[in-house]
């Protein structure tokens, strides 16, 4: 399943929140002098990530512990606000900051500081948060360990390094597999976020937890020109991805693994039917799974005489229907991905994959796609796919 929200939506929304916040909190705004000095003790902080100098970090402030493992190519701030009350301020932040060897560009996140004079007339870091509606990072959950594997790295709070280790084994696997499915033309790596609970899950996405509950993993990421965008993340819901058996949690990651590998060719054309299809058509490839097995929904739905109309829609892949009706319209796309593959061919479904999301927008794009690669239209389409339904839940 793969998030679709791009982050520079995400910081525009951030702005405005900034500029209420500074309207509606206490404290005046800071001098100029106040802002250039806590740039300068952010500056100090960044270098001793960077540098993986835990004793000038400290100089700071604390909470190093918590992000010592993680690999870090690049560590900023830039002040955006600062309101000062006495010998203390908070301050509004943008931090960027890059895994080495995973993030092509720098991710960048609102964080609020909260800072004091210490006892040499400098300023020191108290606390450091998620700004107001930001997500929060892996760190600001608890101590992150680290599992490298050949092509991914794991990180984790509140797991165990062999729990770590065997999504690193899982991931590892699922790069191969995708790479075989889709092509050489990704990064070939990913970086996995293992939380504590499901709570911790909804807190790196920013959203409620009722919202992925029974939801196994998650892929965030922008699509578009992977050369300007931040390595994706693949975020695992340990309860869910937890009761699930060997098969179940390979399947899972390299489902996710393939939303990383087609991030460039996926689009706002792209309808999910055809994304979150496609990722299962992938996932479910070395699995030796049969239709009624990997599409329980979907198979009890057509063998009641219920075959679908019509390819489901993106509001179907909502999280707020039941879950009866989200499994089955991931079905449905794996099953239409399927048939392209059975009876067109693998190399016209990756070609068919990429015209769709070569379009600017989502109207007529399948519809030419179809056409130009598939010479077939919607229509003929659709009815193939309910014959195909019905022909392989006999």
Known sequence: MAGRRGASGCSVVALCLLLVSLVACGGRPASDAATDAVQRVLDRRAAAVVDRDAAAFARTGAGYDRLRAVPFAEWSYRVTGLRRIGDTATAEADLRYRIEGHDRAPVVVGRTLRLSVDAGGGWYVDAERPAEKAAEQLWDQGEVLLARGERSLVLGVGQSAEKLASYAELADRAVPEVTRAWGTEWPRRTVVLVPQSLEGMAGLLGSPASSYRGIAAVTTGETGDPARAPADRIIVNPVAYGVLGSTGKQVVLTHETTHVATRAHTSAATPLWLSEGF???????????????????????VSHGRVPATLPTDQDFGFTGSAAELAQAYESGWMACRLIADRWGEEKLREFYR????????????????????????????????AYLRLQFA
């Open 279 to 301: 990722a299962d058509w992938v996932g479910y490839l070395a699995a030796g799974r049969t239709p009624p097995q990997a599409a329980p929904e979907l198979w009890r739905a």
């Open 355 to 386: 015209a769709v999301g070569a379009h600017d927008e989502r109207e007529g794009a399948v519809e030419d796609a179809l056409e130009r690669v598939l010479a077939t239209n919607l229509a003929d389409f659709t009815e193939q796919w309910r």
